[in-house]
Structure formats: C-alpha cells, structure tokens
C-alpha cells in the first residue's frame, strides 16, 4: 500500500526539541521530493520545510529556519524534522507529504508545546 | 515572501456550481495548487498545474487562472464536496511554499 506514516509527536515543555519521523512505504521514496506541512489546532495549512530527493536542498519557512532540519534517509524510506527550541506557536498536527505537488499525505502526528 | 487571500466561506445550492478564489501577487508567475480537506483528515490534492486533476478526482473539479487570481470551480456540487478548501503557489523565491488561509464550502 501507497502511504506514509508520521510518528514523534508528543506534549513537551518551550524550548524542548522533537524530531519527527515520517515512514514511507508502497513508492519509490528516493524519486520524490518530500515536505512537512503543519495545522495548528483550528487553524489553516502552513508549509514548513522542504527537501530534494537526494537531500542536498532544504528549504524552510521562515519561523522554524535556524531551529529545525529537515532530513531524509533514503535506504530506510524515510523522512524527518527536527525541531529546536519549540515555541507554544509550533503546536500543530505535522504533516509529511510527498512530491511537488504533495499528492500524498500522511495522517499527521500532533505536537504539543506547553508548559 | 507572499500572501494569498480566499474568502472564509462560501456556500452553494446542491447541484450548482460554486466558485472559489484565491488572490496573490505570486499567482502571476506560478499556477495555483488546490487541497480539499474535511474534518479530522489529511487535506487531499484536487488540482495542480494549469488544470490537472490527480486520479480519482471528479471532473467536476477544474481550475483556472487570470492575472494575479485563481479560481477552483466545482461544477454540480455534491454533498460530499462540503469541506475546506486551500490554495497555494510558490512564492517569488520558487523554493518556498505559500498557502491561502481557506474557504469553508457548504453545500446547501
């Protein structure tokens, strides 16, 4: 089966780190470009971070550059984020999705940050 | 980097056809991309490029585009089309993504 699977998230403290794990199974992982997308509770769609297929570009959206990287490991077909620093703002349902066009999306983990 | 603007809501009669809108500067050099998401579930890609909709979209749904707008037209809407909708381009850097902050479509 075509999918992917988040797992990481979790209620943690500001100024903690996470790291997101997004498993991708059923495609050819090494062919897509990959992104993580977050929803905060309520709220609309915000892209985070994006990177190539071999890992050599990254790119972020201005409030996480600095405290997050992105990876990705192709032989075990998957993705991450690391996440630094965590601000309650980050709380949101994290979201790995694939292509440019992210035709494929996960069901999301959630992260909470609060004290 | 750039904004896009949609209306919050927007409703339709079942069977009419409705018009969702997404306004940006960076609309005039990239074409917008459309997900559809309902409660609790990931969003779900409904068209992209100029006009193209991944397999299994109906083909009620289609896209256009003029100047520095982007509309999604769902032609007969259906009660299962009820669902929020966002846009997104990228911005003027290429690298980077951007999203509308969503339209609430009811389907009366």
């Known amino acids: 089966e075509v999918q992917l699977v988040e797992s990481g998230g979790g209620l943690v403290q500001p100024g903690e780190s996470l790291r997101l794990s997004c498993a991708a199974s059923g495609f050819t992982f090494i062919n897509y470009y990959m992104s993580w997308v977050r929803q905060a509770p309520g709220k609309g769609l915000e892209w985070v971070a994006s990177?190539?297929?071999?890992?050599?570009?990254?790119y972020y959206v201005d409030s996480v550059k600095g405290r997050s990287n992105i990876s990705r490991d192709n032989a075990r077909n998957s993705l991450y984020l690391q996440m630094n620093s965590l601000r309650v703002e980050d709380t949101a349902v994290y979201y790995c999705a694939r292509g440019f066009y992210w035709s494929l999306w996960g069901q999301g983990t959630l992260v909470t940050v609060s004290s | 980097s750039s904004e896009l603007t949609q209306d919050p809501g927007v409703s339709v009669a079942l069977g009419q056809t409705v018009r969702v809108t997404c306004q940006g500067d960076?609309?005039?050099?990239?074409?917008a991309t459309w997900y559809q998401q309902k409660p609790g579930q990931a969003p779900l890609l409904v068209i992209y490029?100029?006009?193209t909709r991944p397999s299994g979209i109906p083909d009620r749904f289609s896209g256009s585009s003029s100047g520095n707008t982007a509309s999604l037209t769902i032609t007969g809407a259906q009660a299962e089309d009820e669902a929020d909708y966002y846009c997104s381009s990228r911005d003027s850097s290429g690298d980077h993504v951007v999203f509308g902050g969503g339209t609430k479509l009811t389907v009366l």
């Open positions: 490029g100029k006009n």
């Open positions: 960076s609309l005039r050099s990239y074409y």
């Open positions: 990177i190539k297929q071999d890992g050599g570009e990254k």
